[in-house]
């Protein structure tokens, strides 16, 4: 099992519309989520940290559900600005040092 | 905020050569800094990650002798390719822990390389 997973996508959405992404993790111990957007060729932009309370920036939503291994990230009222790759990073201690693992990406097309 | 300085952004280089890519933290220090690589339309697959001062942790199917790692300073971490081939071709892309104003990680701008 991979380490990080999420759904394969792509998603192709209209604008306006609110979409839904899911990762899963298989290491019981990871103690930090994220979520980050690649644009195609560019590097990783962090979009925002994963709490356990669940929390919200605007239009987007993550939620952490630890016991379940399962991280969401929910974007409202969709613009074509979103259209990116999603990626579901999780951050794990091995022994004594961080293993930043990132899922497989998910891509979002926000058609006009 | 924290920035990761990466170069080359663009490389070209010829097979058996050996090419070095620097990621240098401006504003902050990076104690732990990883390495990615990451091949057309695939995600980000973690190579190695370095301390600074020790020796990096190189993950399963990365060959260490391949791909050195250097973390000499806290702000300055390298991945030399050496005896680079056409399979090494890749976007390689270093990230740094930041532990200001929250937690998170910041990335290079990343390096193309093309072994021709």
């Known amino acids: 099992r991979k380490e990080v997973e999420q759904d394969p996508g792509p998603f192709n959405v209209p604008e306006g519309a609110t979409v839904a992404f899911n990762c899963t993790y298989s290491?019981?111990?990871?103690?930090?989520f994220f979520w980050y957007r690649q644009d195609c060729r560019k590097e990783p932009k962090l979009l925002m940290s994963?709490?356990?309370s669940g929390n919200e920036d605007g239009r987007f939503t993550a939620q952490l559900n630890r016991a379940s291994q399962y991280i969401s990230l929910l974007i409202r009222d969709s613009k074509l600005s979103d259209s990116a790759t999603y990626l579901c990073?999780?951050?794990?201690?091995?022994?004594?040092?961080?293993?930043?693992?990132f899922g497989p990406g998910t891509s979002l097309s926000v058609i006009p | 905020g924290a920035v990761v300085s990466q170069h080359p952004s663009r490389v070209i280089c010829k097979s058996g050569t050996s090419v070095k890519i620097e990621c240098r933290s401006l504003?902050?220090?990076?104690?732990?800094m990883f390495w990615y690589r990451q091949f057309p339309k695939q995600s980000l697959m973690l190579m190695a990650t370095?301390?600074?001062?020790?020796?990096?942790?190189?993950e399963q199917g990365v060959e260490k002798d391949k791909f050195l790692i250097n973390h000499a300073s806290l702000t300055l971490s390298t991945l030399t390719v050496t005896s680079a081939h056409p399979e090494d071709s890749s976007f390689y892309i270093c990230?740094?822990?930041?532990?200001?104003?929250?937690?998170?990680?910041?990335f290079g701008s990343g390096t193309r390389l093309t072994v021709v």
């Open positions: 990230s740094a822990s930041v532990r200001q104003g929250g937690y998170g990680y910041t």
């Open positions: 290491n019981s111990a990871s103690q930090s």
């Open positions: 994963v709490y356990s």
């Open positions: 990073v999780v951050n794990g201690r091995e022994t004594s040092y961080d293993k930043v693992i």
């Open positions: 504003d902050f220090q990076a104690t732990t």
């Open positions: 370095s301390n600074e001062g020790s020796k990096a942790t190189y």
